[in-house]
């Protein structure tokens, strides 16, 4: 089946680790996203990749870091630079080109 | 200034009548587009409806339509003949620009409940 697999669902780590995200998708899609999601609050952007081997910064990529070596792949790694890591992330591809963004299931970090 | 409003932080709606839920967005480029996505508890995002900014007609996709009023910024959402999994949350979010990354900005969501 075609889609995109986030993994874990949920993350535990403690304050002063880094933790990396995983995003894979079958898709075939160009593009792919980080969102950050915290309660009573929309989707924020923190880094997109267009293509292989390139990415872009979104609004909150502060204490964040992406890699696009595979086309499928697109992880994050959430670094101890990142002031309140705790949220709900979410990764989303599409087709270059196109407008609709396909989500995985999320991964929910807790940092204590 | 927000980008994407939406003023309603709640809503309830009794099964089997139609629901509007409420966003307003801002832009200054002609061309955007206009995306519904809902997410249900288990917190995937699933996308819903589209509507760009130079289509004529308002999108339609099964039991959701989009209320497009280019005027007055706005793009409501339908939902007729609610269901008790219609209950989620519902974002609205725009996506501007035409050539290259076009980025996706989100609403703070509506949450719906479908009362029995």
């Known amino acids: 089946d075609g889609g995109i697999t986030q993994s874990p669902k949920y993350l535990f780590r403690k304050e002063g680790q880094n933790v990396t995200l995983s995003c894979e998708q079958n898709?075939?899609?160009?593009?792919m996203y980080w969102y950050r999601q915290d309660p009573g609050q929309g989707l924020r952007l923190i880094y997109y990749?267009?293509?292989?081997?390139?990415?872009q910064k979104g609004d909150i990529a502060e204490g964040y870091s992406v890699s696009r070596e595979k086309k499928e792949s697109f992880p994050l790694t959430v670094t101890s630079a990142q002031k309140n890591p705790t949220a709900f992330y979410l990764c989303?591809?599409?087709?270059?080109?196109?407008?609709?963004?396909?989500f995985g299931p999320g991964t929910r970090l807790t940092v204590t | 200034a927000q980008k994407i409003t939406q003023t309603q932080p709640g809503m309830f709606v009794q099964e089997k009548e139609a629901v509007t839920l409420d966003c307003t967005y801002d832009?200054?480029?002609?061309?955007?587009?206009l995306f519904w996505y809902k997410q249900p508890s288990s917190g995937e995002m699933i996308f819903l409806i589209y509507?760009?900014?130079?289509?004529?007609q308002n999108a339609t996709e099964g039991r959701y339509s989009l209320n497009f009023q280019k005027a007055r910024k706005s793009a409501n959402l339908v939902i007729s003949a609610s269901q008790l999994g219609d209950s989620a949350m519902y974002f609205c979010?725009?996506?501007?620009?035409?050539?290259?990354?076009?980025?996706?900005?989100f609403g703070t969501g509506t949450k719906l409940q479908v009362i029995p």
């Open positions: 989303a591809t599409s087709i270059r080109d196109t407008y609709e963004q396909y």
């Open positions: 832009t200054s480029d002609p061309s955007y587009g």
């Open positions: 898709l075939n899609h160009d593009a």
């Open positions: 979010a725009m996506r501007e620009g035409l050539r290259g990354y076009q980025k996706v900005t």
């Open positions: 990749s267009q293509i292989v081997n390139d990415f």
């Open positions: 509507q760009g900014s130079y289509d004529q």
